[in-house]
């Protein structure tokens, strides 16, 4: 067998949603800086209830029943919701107060290499070696993309959270996913979020101060909630359980080239040489990575009959 092959079609359709995934992560940036001043847990909050109003609706159409967790699942549920979700946005908040942008990015995109060797074990595999040897070449793309700032002890802290952040969102759901797969972790992950920066909202903000907000921000907030949550939730988790978390990692590659494609066309200048090299590199860990022909999928569990009946969170 021909192990170098590039993937086949079917592999293809299954990470081209992961991509499109980080794509509209990437680009978030640029839109979130529209937020800095607005406050932190009220506007995610909003930005979390409404994006769990959307999935319920999407699943409604798509005729997508959405089960209720049992038993641990509603830590696994809940652990996806204090990480991927609200600790990150903190961390990241934080984080930049401390140190440049570009130390919390180059953080969270070594990713792949948790993923990479912690995935594979949750899904019962060993970790693959040609994604633990393409994961590192990911990161060193993505590190001179986004380049180097300066930090300080506080901030190395803030961006070593957002990258355990960043990892827990994928490897938490790897339990979950067989039996509630890409939607029904989406909605009870984003709902449970939403339930939690509320509380936060009430302990540390005050609610009224949404009112200050302005159209601008009141727009950017609505399109984290719809293309940065609920479509691109949908996307990443459809990818996780088709090809693994491991090969799925070496996607968040694709996160820092879009934020600075998108910096450049929004105004932010032509990027460098830096850029271009990084951008050469994390194609070549990407390609090296993912023609791996054995995706090892996490495939969903048959559910009984009485299983199928949608159920809201």
């Given at each position: 067998m021909n192990t170098s092959a590039p993937p086949a079609p079917s592999a293809l359709r299954d990470l081209a949603p992961g991509a499109i995934g980080m794509v509209l992560v990437g680009g978030s940036v640029t839109v979130s800086r529209s937020l800095v001043h607005a406050p932190l847990f009220a506007t995610q909050a909003v930005r979390y209830a409404a994006a769990t109003l959307l999935l319920l609706a999407f699943a409604r159409v798509a005729r997508v029943p959405v089960l209720r967790p049992r038993g641990r699942e509603w830590l696994w549920l809940a652990g996806i919701a204090a990480t991927g979700l609200v600790l990150f946005n903190v961390a990241v908040v934080r984080g930049v107060a401390h140190a440049e942008p570009a130390v919390i990015a180059v953080a969270v995109a070594s990713v792949p290499v948790l993923l990479g060797v912690i995935g594979p074990l949750l899904e019962g595999r060993s970790p693959r070696r040609r994604i633990l040897l393409a994961a590192p070449v990911v990161v060193a793309g993505a590190v001179l993309v986004e380049g180097t700032g300066r930090t300080d002890a506080a901030g190395v802290a803030w961006a070593a959270l957002a990258l355990a952040c960043e990892a827990g969102f994928t490897l938490l759901a790897v339990p979950v996913l067989r039996r509630h797969g890409p939607w029904g972790v989406s909605v009870h992950a984003v709902w449970l979020g939403a339930v939690m920066l509320g509380v936060l909202t009430l302990l540390t903000e005050r609610p009224s101060d949404l009112l200050d907000?302005?159209?601008?921000?009141?727009?950017?907030?609505?399109?984290?909630?719809?293309?940065?949550?609920?479509?691109?939730?949908?996307?990443?988790?459809?990818?996780?359980?088709?090809?693994?978390?491991?090969?799925?990692?070496?996607?968040?590659?694709?996160?820092?080239?879009?934020?600075?494609?998108?910096?450049?066309l929004s105004g932010g200048g032509m990027p460098g040489l830096p850029?271009?090299?990084?951008?050469?590199?994390?194609?070549?860990?990407?390609?090296?990575?993912?023609?791996?022909?054995?995706?090892?999928?996490?495939?969903?569990?048959?559910?009984?009959?009485?299983?199928?009946?949608?159920?809201?969170?």
């Open positions: 907000l302005g159209p601008a921000q009141w727009a950017a907030a609505g399109y984290l909630a719809v293309m940065v949550t609920a479509v691109a939730f949908l996307l990443w988790y459809r990818t996780v359980a088709a090809v693994g978390a491991g090969r799925a990692g070496l996607l968040t590659g694709v996160a820092p080239l879009a934020a600075a494609a998108i910096g450049a850029v271009w090299l990084g951008l050469v590199v994390v194609i070549a860990g990407l390609a090296a990575g993912l023609r791996d022909p054995r995706p090892g999928p996490v495939r969903e569990e048959p559910r009984r009959r009485e299983e199928r009946a949608p159920a809201s969170p």
